[in-house]
T-cell receptor, first 111, second 113 residues
């Protein structure tokens, strides 16, 4: 059974801090790993990491895929209150294109 | 281009009632899926489809039925609602290929009393 585990489950930091969110996975026939941000309703896409693209960066957010360790991290530098959200990690398999999500990390930024 | 459209946005059912959550996409995506989200549980896959006429079970399929008669539509049926099915439901779709991301509908808040 495919498995995606995120840590920590919850994180509270002060504005301006840097945070690192973790995602580890056990899946058959890994294809890609995706990060999503969920604020009020539907998740919004952040990054996709594959064997040919193991590092992505957008502004203060960056993510790295470690295929040897079967894990990924999402870094957010100089955090702002608008970064408060649930961050979801998902892994896609190549057999059936199924995406399995982790439980998410709830990030709270205190002004 | 509306993307993924889910209806209704809110629904209250009594135990034992049946209903269908509708999902439609206009992006010609082959892959469609249904997730439920409960507090502290992330998104759990209910059913998914890789094309018209093809469906498969996810992690938590019990109590739900799906069908995929067209590329555009992927309805989720609750045959006999139970309080354990109180949740937020998301429909999502994506195109085929390695670099295709998942697009989500706006969600349905379902309460079963």
């Amino acid at each position: 059974e495919d498995k995606v585990v995120q840590s920590p489950l919850s994180l509270v930091v002060h504005e301006g801090d840097t945070v690192t969110l973790n995602c580890s996975y056990e899946v058959t026939n890994f294809r890609s790993l995706l990060w999503y941000k969920q604020e009020k309703k539907a998740p919004t896409f952040l990054f996709m990491l594959t064997s040919s693209g193991i590092e992505k960066k957008s502004g203060r957010l960056s993510s790295i895929l470690d295929k040897k360790e079967l894990s990924s991290i999402l870094n957010i530098t100089a955090t702002q209150t608008g970064d408060s959200a649930i961050y979801l990690c998902a892994v896609e398999t190549s057999i059936n294109e199924k995406l399995t999500f982790g439980t998410g990390t709830r990030l709270t930024i205190i002004p | 281009n509306a993307g993924v459209t889910q209806t209704p946005k809110f629904q209250v059912l009594k135990t034992g009632q049946s209903m269908t959550l509708q999902c439609a996409q206009d992006m010609n995506h082959e892959y469609m899926s249904w997730y439920r989200q409960d507090p502290g549980m992330g998104l759990r896959l209910i059913h998914y489809s890789v094309g018209a006429g093809i469906t498969d079970q996810g992690e938590v399929p019990n109590g739900y039925n799906v069908s995929r008669s067209t590329t555009e539509d992927f309805p989720l049926r609750l045959l006999s609602a139970a309080p354990s099915q109180t949740s937020v439901y998301f429909c999502a779709s994506k195109g085929q290929g390695v670099s295709e991301k998942l697009f989500f509908g706006s969600g349905t808040q379902l309460s079963v009393l």
